[in-house]
T-cell receptor, first 115, second 115 residues
Framework: GAGVSQSPSNKVTEKGKDVELRCDPI?????LYWYRQRLGQGLEFLIY????????KSGLPSDRFSAERTGESVSTLTIQRTQQEDSAVYLC?????????????FGQGTRLTVV | AQKVTQAQTEISVVEKEDVTLDCVYE???????LFWYKQPPSGELVFLIR??????QNEISGRYSWNFQKSTSSFNFTITASQVVDSAVYFC????????????FGAGTQVVVTP
């Protein structure tokens, strides 16, 4: 596609339910990143993928959070047993590779609201 | 510990005024990269610049300019002759050698340009 696509754009869920957020990177981009942005705050790194492996998952806040990527393409971020503090915009980005000289392009995010 | 500090939460200016956004970073690496991103009200982050730690030359791109000073660990961003379309949140970010794929963002500075 032309850009990074995320779905859904908005998600409202009840506390305790599981949610899946999807990211379609730019075609040919081998690196993919997930960030979280709480209201009025900066972006928090969650995890990044180079291909299908995740060299750095240090930002995942708890074991309720997991992510996977298959076929060097789509990635899914799963949050189990959602809590109200999980409410945030979840942003995905992709780049040609994870090398330092490549620019990351961001999607428009998924706004998650846990009620 | 916060590695990127953007002390200004919000700056309001009248159109055509210049505005400078401060960014102070902290790292023990000798090789690192600094970034600025713009987040307009639509929410999608837009890449503005990437600068490596060995290049302290100031850069100008149209109305945008950047002042990188390693001695003070600062990477400040100036918008000259601001326009209403410059209204956005601007983020400074750092990438270090232990995980190039991971951008560490500051909290952002909201710029409001009024006509």
């Amino acid at each position: 596609g032309a850009g990074v696509s995320q779905s859904p754009s908005n998600k409202v869920t009840e506390k305790g339910k599981d949610v899946e957020l999807r990211c379609d990177p730019i075609s040919g981009h081998t690196a993919l990143y997930w960030y979280r942005q709480r209201l009025g705050q900066g972006l928090e790194f969650l995890i990044y993928f180079q291909g299908n492996s995740a060299p750095d998952k240090s930002g995942l806040p708890s074991d309720r959070f997991s992510a996977e990527r298959t076929g060097e393409s789509v990635s899914t971020l799963t949050i189990q047993r959602t809590q109200q503090e999980d409410s945030a915009v979840y942003l995905c980005a992709s780049s040609l590779n994870s090398g330092v000289n490549t620019e990351a392009f961001f999607g428009q995010g998924t706004r998650l609201t846990v009620v | 510990a916060q590695k990127v500090t953007q002390a200004q939460t919000e700056i309001s200016v009248v159109e055509k005024e210049d505005v400078t956004l401060d960014c102070v970073y902290e790292t023990r690496d000798t090789t690192y990269y600094l970034f600025w991103y713009k987040q307009p009200p639509s929410g999608e982050l837009v890449f503005l610049i990437r600068r490596n730690s060995f290049d302290e030359q100031n850069e100008i791109s149209g109305r945008y300019s950047w002042n990188f000073q390693k001695s003070t660990s600062s990477f400040n961003f100036t918008i000259t002759a601001s326009q209403v379309v410059d209204s956005a949140v601007y983020f400074c970010a750092l990438s270090e050698s232990d995980s190039w794929g991971k951008l560490q963002f500051g909290a952002g500075t909201q710029v409001v340009v009024t006509p």
